[in-house]
């Protein structure tokens, strides 16, 4: 999101939802994990000797960023926690 609005100037109504976040791009990301929780359940069907494992970042992240006055510095602690997992630091 921050990459999208650094070059973003005049926003449009509706581009962001209620959090500040961009829509389209929060809609797609649901969508698409929606899909691939589908395929990985019918993956453990199809291999039940293969460990398939489906972790929802994005829903994590995103109740995290929705929740910021129940939720408080976890935020933060989120981020860095993810920076580090993904070799960004």
């Known amino acids: 999101m921050p990459v999208q609005l650094f070059y973003k100037h005049n926003i449009p109504d509706g581009y962001l939802d209620e959090y500040g976040c961009v829509k389209d791009q929060n809609e797609m990301a649901t ?9 990985i359940i019918k993956l453990r069907t199809e291999l039940p000797e293969a460990a398939i494992t489906y972790v929802d970042v994005y829903a994590a992240k995103y109740a995290l960023i929705s929740n910021t006055k129940t939720e408080g510095n976890l ?7 993810l920076i580090m997992i993904l070799g960004k630091v």
């Open 31 to 39: 969508e698409f994990n929606k899909h691939l929780k589908d395929r």
């Open 75 to 81: 935020f933060t602690i989120f981020t860095r926690c």
